[in-house]
């Protein structure tokens, strides 16, 4: 099945909105024929007995455990500088048109 016929290579260009020449069937031809003869061969290698391979770099999640940071400040310290403020937030200009 791995050589295509120049029909199947038309309806392929027409189920994807393609217009070909004809130069360009017979090279889509050759290239998805080529395609198609790889996929079989690696259909055809023994697998049975391996592992799914999910991650080859060996690299793992390095998680931190959370630690809650006191920086002696709050609200009212944070806001007393800003130029407008409205119920403890900063109030800016609408910035979205």
């Known amino acids: 099945m791995s050589k ?3 029909e199947d290579i038309l309806k392929l260009a027409k189920l994807s909105r393609l217009t ?3 130069q360009e069937v017979d090279q889509f031809a050759e290239e998805i024929g080529a395609i198609l003869e790889y996929s ?3 259909h055809s290698v023994d697998h049975q007995g391996l ?3 999910y991650q080859v770099t060996g690299l793992t999640d390095v998680m931190r455990p959370d630690e809650i940071v ?5 609200a009212k310290d944070l806001l007393k500088n800003a130029p407008a403020t409205e119920t403890n937030h900063f109030k800016v200009k609408r910035m979205v048109n």
């Open 40 to 42: 079989a061969q690696l």
């Open 20 to 22: 070909l020449t004809e």
């Open 51 to 53: 592992e799914p391979t």
């Open 70 to 74: 006191d920086y002696q400040a709050n």
């Open 4 to 6: 295509l016929s120049r």
